[in-house]
């Protein structure tokens, strides 16, 4: 996959330096995925501190990682983002736990008594029911359009440049960081507008 990816720029040298960095970034891909899920938990519920104490965290150890790990050169710079990922999954983790326990001593001290008939603590983990999905679809489709419009069109130019040779590339990959390092800052900024968002 990488090698039709690379295309024209797709050296051995190259090839060998991207499967290594797709392998040790790979590593950590759940801890990123869970990472999101945790930060909207966190958000859904006003917390807006422990997203940016987790992104902060992240930050040091990712910076901290590129110039301790700098003589690997492109597996170091692998390993220090995929540290970050798991950095910052754990700190929200924590704080989803640390929620989710405050919410079970809820209930159990009201010993799940509503309307006079003692209730069941709800579980953790369920399955959801149709319509919930259904809901979910109508609420979260907006937003994975947008995301996954996001994805093909990074992802397009990316390829587009790749083909184009390594100099081409690297310049694409500088401008990208300098327009993700601009860009979060209105993307965090709508999504802690949306949290605050009154329910409708």
């Known amino acids: 996959i990488l090698k039709q990816m690379a295309g024209a720029s797709g050296s051995v040298e190259l090839l060998m330096f991207a499967t290594s960095y797709v392998r040790i970034r790979g590593s950590a891909a759940v801890a990123a995925v869970v990472g999101v899920a945790l930060q909207s ?3 859904a519920n006003l917390d807006v501190r422990t997203p940016v104490l987790a992104m902060m965290a992240a930050s040091v150890t990712n910076v901290v990682g ?3 790990l700098a003589r690997y050169g492109v597996l170091g710079a692998a390993v220090a983002t995929a540290a970050a990922s798991i950095v ?3 700190i929200l983790f924590q704080a989803v736990v640390k929620q989710l326990k405050e919410w079970r001593k ?6 799940g008594v509503v309307n006079g ?3 069941a603590l709800p579980p953790l983990f369920a399955i959801p029911e149709k319509n919930d999905v259904l809901d979910l679809m109508r609420m979260a489709g907006p937003i994975f359009f947008v995301i996954v419009s996001k994805i093909l069109c990074y992802g397009g130019m990316t390829l587009r440049c790749t083909s184009l040779g390594v ?13 993700f390092f601009f860009g979060c800052f209105g993307d965090a900024l709508s999504q802690t507008a949306q949290s605050f968002l009154p329910v409708s």
């Open 167 to 179: 100099e081409s590339l690297a310049a694409q990959s500088i401008l990208m960081r300098f327009w």
């Open 106 to 111: 809820l209930v159990q001290m009201h010993n």
């Open 66 to 68: 590129d110039l301790g």
């Open 117 to 119: 008939e003692t209730k």
């Open 88 to 90: 910052s999954c754990g």
């Open 41 to 43: 938990f966190c958000l």
